[in-house]
């Protein structure tokens, strides 16, 4: 036993001994902002419940060494009933897995409770779910790991006001926050609300406020951020925000983490890796560890992109190199014996030069292209179409021999 949890583990005796109430023993943070998270599912998994089933602590142990070079330090997973329903003793042994190996590289675990369908609008059904919580918590309560527990993932999802389903589940996820309260008198329990709006449904509950934020504009990510902590401020709980990042919605990982730093919110991305459920969205490792976009690394670590008044722009053909990739291209496609082995050199000089200058998207990467075609037969109509498209993009790059921004640096200016 660590000597933090030992520590806890003895304040949390003599609290018993002093007749303290339960709710004063739990271990709540008062400040989150320093949570860096990530939710958790691995790449080749088609949803979270085949994720348990087809669990590899090899795999996870590799997926969390790309979290710690990160600067990760907490992790959200979403544990299905089913995955419990079906094999109990193996969900336990891989979940204790998952929090140990997190444990070793400084990274806390929330678990996300999931229900079977129809599990919270039955309320005969409910003492199921709390079995189902008593057992995660058998596995892992006393984990070091352990950092939170997350009650149900959006019962609000997704209208505003809540629907009358919607309440349904609210009413579920209220109850699984008293039941894990109960059984675990040691670790803050927390509800991902879809919405900022909808905390005060669950704040007077949870211990620690959690929402989710796919806001598409930078106004509206802070407005939202900002009436999550003035009600954080209202109820004096903390507060975390366990679900950013979405390509698709307008919500850049940059842009999102950089607007949750400056307030002060801690995070969670959805998600790290690129899964074949949601990775087309979202995801920021492929399994080979290769990254989606360079500007989500930068930006878990701080980094961004400058977008102010004064940026320096870049001059890609400062040195002439632009101007000679077009006139070396523009030969070469005139050449009717022009060389595969030539061509190809010449698509990645374009390539590199279009992706240093920030030229081009990056979508689907020149690089990519021209390394698929040096690894294939030979296809001179597919090389031809790649360096007419690089050319053409190129050429308005192109300076004149006499412009100011060409040449080196004076000799005096280091």
Same mark, same amino acid.
């Given at each position: 036993?660590?000597?933090?949890?030992?520590?806890?583990?003895?304040?949390?005796?003599?609290?018993?001994?002093?007749?303290?109430?339960? &709710?004063?023993?739990?271990?709540?943070?008062?400040?989150?902002?320093?949570?860096?998270?990530?939710?958790?599912?691995?790449? /080749?998994?088609?949803?979270?419940?085949?994720?348990?089933?087809?669990?590899?602590?090899?795999?996870?142990?590799?997926?969390?060494?790309?979290?710690?070079?990160?600067?990760?330090?907490?992790?959200?997973? =979403?544990?299905?009933?089913?995955?419990?329903?079906?094999?109990?003793?193996?969900?336990?042994?891989?979940?204790?897995?998952?929090?140990?190996?997190?444990?070793?590289?400084?990274?806390?675990?929330?678990?996300?409770?999931?229900?079977?369908?129809?599990?919270?609008?039955?309320?005969?059904?409910?003492?199921?779910?709390?079995?189902?919580?008593?057992?995660?918590?058998?596995?892992?309560?006393?984990?070091?790991?352990?950092?939170?527990?997350?009650?149900?993932?959006?019962?609000?999802?997704?209208?505003?006001?809540?629907?009358?389903?919607?309440?349904?589940?609210?009413?579920?996820? !209220?109850?699984?926050?008293? +039941? !894990?309260?109960?059984?675990?008198?040691?670790?803050?329990?927390?509800?991902?609300?879809?919405?900022?709006?909808?905390?005060?449904?669950?704040?007077?509950?949870?211990?620690?406020?959690?929402?989710?934020?796919?806001?598409? $504009?930078?106004?509206?990510?802070?407005?939202?951020?900002?009436?999550?902590?003035?009600?954080?401020?209202?109820?004096?709980?903390? %507060?975390?925000?366990?679900?950013?990042?979405?390509?698709?919605?307008?919500?850049?990982?940059?842009?999102? =983490?950089?607007?949750?730093?400056?307030?002060?919110?801690?995070?969670?991305?959805?998600?790290?890796?690129?899964?074949?459920?949601?990775?087309?969205?979202?995801?920021?490792?492929?399994?080979? /560890?290769?990254?989606?976009?360079?500007?989500?690394?930068?930006?878990?670590?701080?980094?961004?992109?400058?977008?102010?008044?004064?940026?320096?722009?870049?001059?890609?053909?400062?040195?002439?190199?632009?101007?000679?990739?077009?006139?070396?291209?523009?030969?070469?496609?005139?050449?009717?014996?022009? $060389?595969?082995?030539?061509? %190809?050199?010449?698509?990645?000089? &374009?390539?590199?030069?279009?992706?240093?200058?920030? %030229?081009?998207?990056?979508?689907?990467?020149?690089?990519?292209?021209?390394? !698929?075609?040096?690894?294939?037969?030979?296809?001179?109509?597919?090389?031809?179409?790649?360096?007419?498209?690089?050319? +053409?993009?190129?050429?308005?790059?192109?300076?004149?021999?006499?412009?100011? $921004?060409?040449?080196?640096?004076?000799?005096?200016?280091?």
């Amino acid at each position: 036993m660590s000597s933090k949890r030992l520590h806890a583990a003895t304040l949390i005796a003599l609290l018993l001994l002093a007749g303290v109430p339960a &709710s004063a023993q739990r271990r709540v943070p008062k400040n989150l902002s320093g949570v860096r998270g990530f939710n958790y599912m691995a790449a /080749g998994g088609s949803g979270h419940l085949e994720h348990w089933q087809k669990y590899s602590a090899a795999e996870t142990e590799r997926d969390l060494d790309w979290a710690q070079r990160l600067q990760l330090n907490q992790m959200r997973v =979403l544990i299905p009933y089913q995955a419990w329903a079906q094999d109990k003793a193996a969900l336990k042994k891989n979940l204790q897995h998952l929090v140990r190996a997190a444990n070793q590289r400084g990274i806390g675990v929330m678990p996300t409770l999931m229900y079977a369908r129809g599990q919270a609008a039955d309320k005969s059904l409910w003492p199921e779910t709390r079995a189902f919580a008593a057992d995660l918590i058998s596995a892992v309560g006393k984990e070091p790991g352990l950092t939170f527990w997350d009650a149900s993932n959006e019962p609000d999802c997704c209208a505003l006001p809540p629907s009358p389903a919607n309440r349904q589940r609210m009413e579920h996820a !209220l109850y699984m926050v008293k +039941a !894990l309260q109960e059984l675990d008198p040691v670790t803050p329990v927390t509800i991902g609300a879809t919405f900022a709006d909808n905390l005060p449904e669950y704040g007077d509950t949870e211990d620690v406020l959690s929402f989710h934020n796919y806001l598409p $504009t930078r106004g509206a990510i802070a407005a939202d951020i900002a009436k999550a902590k003035a009600y954080a401020a209202k109820v004096n709980k903390p %507060l975390i925000n366990t679900e950013i990042g979405c390509i698709a919605r307008a919500n850049p990982y940059d842009v999102a =983490l950089e607007e949750h730093m400056k307030a002060g919110v801690g995070w969670y991305i959805w998600e790290l890796m690129i899964t074949h459920s949601w990775g087309t969205i979202h995801g920021v490792f492929h399994p080979d /560890g290769a990254i989606r976009d360079p500007t989500i690394v930068a930006a878990l670590l701080g980094m961004f992109r400058d977008r102010h008044e004064d940026v320096m722009p870049s001059v890609p053909d400062r040195e002439g190199f632009v101007t000679r990739a077009v006139a070396n291209n523009k030969k070469w496609l005139a050449d009717a014996g022009a $060389t595969w082995e030539r061509g %190809l050199d010449l698509a990645e000089i &374009s390539a590199n030069l279009l992706e240093a200058g920030q %030229l081009i998207a990056m979508y689907d990467p020149p690089t990519r292209t021209v390394d !698929l075609l040096r690894k294939g037969a030979p296809n001179m109509p597919a090389l031809r179409g790649a360096i007419e498209k690089y050319t +053409a993009i190129l050429e308005p790059f192109q300076l004149p021999s006499n412009d100011p $921004t060409r040449g080196r640096p004076p000799a005096n200016s280091h």
